[in-house]
């Protein structure tokens, strides 16, 4: 009877693929494994920038703003770089609002404890504050 080589994976053939890689593994293991680490370092690096673009920070930064509420937490301190620009012109303004993002950092922090509903509520809550916020900073900035 002749063989069918189109049967599929047979146990024969896992016994000879078994044995070349017993041969192959030696000598293939100390040439991947260099391609291998810096494929997975490019790889790291990549999801890094991409991170980094998504929260809109530098990636020396990305280690700040962790957790659920990375987002959030990079958009209040990017709301308190650019409000640094009034505290000659609106002290008061300056710091009435800083003590708002105070608030509003403690809400984003504590709510990366609850469950995700709560969660998800507190940080639409905190997301329509800093709305507003941002659109009284730009018309007080006069863009």
């Not at 069918?4 to 016994?15: L, V, Y």
């Not at 300056?94 to 709560?118: H, W």
Request: overall charge positive; proline content about 6%; charged content about 25%.
């Amino acid at each position: 009877m002749a063989r069918d080589k189109g049967k599929g994976f047979t146990p024969s053939r896992a016994k000879n693929l078994m044995g070349v890689a017993k041969v192959l593994a030696p000598t293939l293991i100390p040439v991947m494994a260099p391609v291998a680490a810096r494929a997975a370092a490019l790889l790291s690096d990549r999801y890094d920038h991409y991170r980094a673009s998504r929260l809109g920070v530098p990636v020396d930064q990305l280690t700040r703003y962790s957790g659920k509420g990375a987002r959030l937490h990079a958009r209040i301190a990017g709301f308190a770089d650019a409000l640094a620009q009034l505290r000659d012109t609106e002290p008061t303004y300056v710091q009435d609002t800083e003590k708002r993002l105070a608030q509003l950092l403690a809400a984003v922090r504590a709510s990366e404890r609850m469950p995700a509903p709560r969660r998800r509520a507190a940080h639409r809550a905190v997301s329509v504050d800093l709305d507003a916020m941002e659109a009284d900073l730009l018309k007080r900035l006069g863009v």
